[in-house]
């Protein structure tokens, strides 16, 4: 068996365990093996058949603005993160199909733009690469518009962007602001804007004579949970979605703050992310924005509990994550 392949049976098994603790630990016992009732009442499908997946069909207008050589080919190849968490993109428990909300909004843009999705995975990092390339026409994985990116990309945004810090249930430390980090192990998935955001509280930090924050890096999900829970870590910085359902589940760890993934500048937005003007981008908002306005968007952002990620409107290339200081 490949490392990957260890990676992802590790990654649904922890995912499972976690979830069986909360079933057995709330008594909902309606959820089967497929899904789960967390606290609010929330139901995540975990099934590699998705049968609650949300559609909606092709708009003629708007899959005319698609370039004649992708409505040729008929497909619109999409890449995301391979090792996310759950809700945003995860295996299911066959241990092949990628699902999540990140999934189900790529197929929703799809369909409106009269396209089937083809679903790719890499390492974050190389994600990028695929849409340097032309491998790929989009990625779209919680994708964080940032100044920095937005001069070799193009966003159509489609989220709000918030971080969250969670930490373990017995943690005895208070957080007040950054200066609570000062000492702090704290763990962040690398090449992220939440790695940016962390290590610009840490700069004003030590500028101010604090101690450093000592930011570890981790980029499979079940170990930087593993080092959360462990102990090894006194926080955690994250995507909101992923921290959110983690503790729900897992019922380890809590949430203590969240933040705009733009820092402190503005609010951050996610958005689909396709190479620098190679035509697509238009058709993506205007199909992000149609789904927005006809009632099948709230339909995804309602399936995965992301309630507090709702935007009103989709933007191309709005102000992002300010580029770091040399």
Request: net charge neutral; with cysteine.
């Amino acid at each position: 068996m490949s490392l990957s392949s260890r990676r992802r049976r590790i990654s649904t098994a922890l995912a499972v365990a976690v979830l069986g603790l909360f079933v057995g630990g709330c008594g909902s016992g309606d959820g089967g093996s497929d899904s789960v009732r967390t606290v609010n009442g929330q139901v995540y499908d975990l099934s590699p058949e998705q049968a609650t997946r949300v559609h909606a069909d092709k708009v003629d207008a708007i899959a005319a603005l698609v370039p004649q050589s992708i409505r040729d080919r008929g497909t619109l190849i999409v890449t995301g993160a391979a090792t996310s968490a759950p809700p945003l993109r995860f295996h299911a428990t066959d241990d092949r199909t990628i699902v999540g909300s990140e999934v189900d909004f790529a197929t929703l843009f799809a369909d409106i733009l009269g396209l089937k999705v083809d679903l790719r995975a890499a390492d974050w990092a190389q994600n990028f690469v695929k849409v340097d390339s032309g491998e790929v026409d989009a990625f779209i994985s919680n994708v964080t518009v940032t100044e920095e990116r937005k001069e070799k990309y193009d966003f159509a945004t489609y989220r709000l962007d918030n971080l969250a810090l969670e930490v373990p249930n017995a943690a005895t430390w208070t957080y007040t602001d950054r200066k609570s980090l000062a000492g702090k192990k704290i763990g962040v998935q690398s090449g992220t804007n939440q790695e940016q955001v962390l290590v610009s509280w840490n700069d004003a930090n030590v500028a101010a004579g604090l101690p450093k924050i000592d930011i570890t890096y981790y980029q499979q999900s079940t170990d930087y949970y593993l080092a959360l829970a462990s102990g090894r870590l006194d926080g955690l910085l994250g995507p909101n979605p992923a921290a959110r359902y983690h503790s729900a589940t897992a019922g380890q760890t809590k949430v203590v703050a969240t933040f705009s993934g733009a820092g402190d500048a503005l609010q951050a937005e996610i958005g689909v992310l396709t190479r620098k003007d190679n035509g697509l981008i238009g058709a993506f908002q205007k199909a992000v924005q149609y789904a927005i306005d006809h009632g099948t968007y709230q339909k995804v952002i309602d399936r995965w509990g992301l309630k507090s990620e709702v935007v009103a409107q989709s933007r191309i290339n709005p102000p992002g994550l300010p580029k770091q200081k040399p």
